[in-house]
């Protein structure tokens, strides 16, 4: 693909040097439908980044988008508060109908504010008000959110160091196989907590990720999640569960703890769960933990009605039948065929690949090749990022709705990708 170089002068002149996503892919995106984005200039570009998974159902789906446009046209509610709307009823009953009641959930909904990081907010306060304790325990390369209390809890030192102020009240632990499988799973964990000698304060709640989108694709055993979820009902702790990433089917099932067997105390949703890139989030709590004063948590934008609108309209359209799940675990199986194939034509350059459904991470021993493998796929029109500390590991996260044949176009392009980075 050629590519003219663009204008991008009144971005790199007036936008903050903060932005990111923009300097890898340096064109200017027009319109979106499906697994395609299109630049002013008219090239094609397929998406295997999906909105860092906010657009599980692809861009511009038509059946959300009919949703949308009919609810605008009638001038419905859009900036509503916690007011009680219509739009807000369609919602929590599709998602009592469709997601909670057949999974056996009993949680209640929270709307904490329109981001992911703001139903991790609610979720650490709510943990603490109920237990009366200020400790929160999360895992070695964990991401949770650009707040302070989020960040608290996030591993990445780069992204914890520009809060400016020290981060207190958090204490990490070693994720799923984090030591080679050198020590048997939680020992370090337990110790400390049995120990009254240890100086760990007893902590409130665990918040943990099944994979760690951010952090490197690393994937939790489901073993490894029973596991600490017994842990925590031993020893008196919530357990949080953040399927921002990695819920509303990104995995395979609704929710990606389901596998594993496990009911968390606290999960917080987000990302997706519009089903259209609007902004929304959820944070989902057992009943006996809904301990909330009138107004003690708020946001502005925590009634976003057409997010409520897309959002109703997505668990209607995909998740009344199991189909979607089917769809997502087949299509993960076409993605893993080929890295398979492509990390046995790569062995001598370390190349290993990792995930569940449709989010799957191919590293190298040489940590820069990811950039480089990511920065030729843009060239051959093809969006995929970069995860982990150190963003050694080739990020796929295609729209579930993908087309098997566009994933094929896809993988095929990564394939060329890695090849021409050798």
Same mark, same amino acid.
Do not use: C
């Given at each position: 693909m050629t590519i003219t170089q663009p204008d991008l002068s009144v971005f790199t002149t007036l936008e903050s040097e903060v932005r990111s996503y923009c300097r890898g892919w340096p064109t200017i995106f027009d319109r979106a439908q499906g697994s395609y984005m299109y630049d002013e200039d008219g090239h094609t570009y397929l998406d295997f980044f999906a909105g860092a998974g906010s657009l599980n159902y692809g861009h511009n789906n038509p059946l959300l988008k009919r949703a949308l446009l009919d609810y605008l046209e009638r001038d419905g509610v859009t900036?509503?508060?916690?007011? &009680?709307?219509?739009?807000?009823?369609?919602?929590?009953? &599709?998602?009592?109908?469709?997601v909670l009641r057949?999974?056996?959930?009993?949680?209640?909904?929270?709307f904490p504010g329109p981001t992911g990081t703001n139903a991790v907010e609610a979720a650490l306060k709510l943990a603490r008000k109920v237990k009366g304790?200020?400790?929160?325990? &999360?895992?070695?390369?964990?991401?949770?959110?650009? &707040?302070?209390?989020?960040?608290?809890?996030?591993?990445n030192a780069f992204k914890r160091a520009g809060a400016g102020i020290p981060l207190v009240h958090g204490t990490p632990m070693p994720f799923d196989d984090y030591l080679d499988g050198r020590t048997p799973d939680f020992i370090w964990f337990e110790r400390l907590l049995e120990d009254a000698g240890s100086g760990l304060n007893k902590p409130?709640?665990?918040?943990?990720?099944?994979v760690q989108g951010e952090g490197g694709v690393n994937v939790a055993r489901a073993e490894w999640l029973r596991a600490l979820a017994s842990l925590c009902q031993r020893h008196d702790m919530l357990l949080i569960v953040d399927d921002i990433q990695m819920g509303c089917g990104r995995t395979g099932p609704f929710f990606s703890f389901e596998d594993a067997g496990i009911v968390p105390d606290i999960i917080t949703v987000s990302k997706s769960i519009s089903g259209y890139g609007l902004p929304m989030s959820l944070t989902l709590f057992r009943p006996e933990l809904d301990i909330w004063e009138p107004g003690e948590h708020n946001g502005t934008f925590r009634g976003n009605n057409p997010a409520f609108v897309t959002a109703a309209a997505a668990l209607d359209?995909?998740?009344? =039948?199991? @189909?979607?799940?089917? @769809?997502?675990?087949?299509r993960g199986e076409q993605v893993e065929h080929t890295l398979l194939g492509l990390t046995a034509e790569h062995a001598s350059a370390g190349a290993s690949y990792r995930g569940r459904g449709l989010v799957w991470g191919l590293t190298f021993a040489d940590p820069a090749r990811a950039s480089a493998v990511c920065r030729r796929a843009f060239e051959l029109g093809l969006l995929i990022e970069t995860s982990g500390p150190?963003?050694?590991?080739?990020?796929?996260?295609?729209?579930?709705?993908?087309?098997? =044949?566009?994933? =094929?176009?896809?993988?095929?392009?990564?394939?060329?990708?890695?090849?021409?980075? =050798?």
């Open positions: 900036h509503g508060l916690d007011m &009680s709307t219509t739009a807000k009823r369609a919602f929590l009953e &599709s998602f009592r109908d469709v057949p999974r056996g959930l009993d949680h209640k909904v929270m304790r200020e400790s929160i325990v &999360s895992f070695t390369n964990a991401f949770h959110g650009m &707040s302070l209390g989020a960040l608290a809890v996030t591993g409130a709640a665990v918040i943990v990720e099944t359209a995909y998740w009344t =039948d199991g @189909q979607m799940e089917k @769809q997502t675990l087949s150190e963003s050694e590991v080739v990020k796929l996260l295609p729209a579930l709705t993908i087309a098997p =044949d566009e994933l =094929d176009e896809g993988l095929r392009v990564l394939t060329r990708a890695v090849r021409e980075t =050798d």
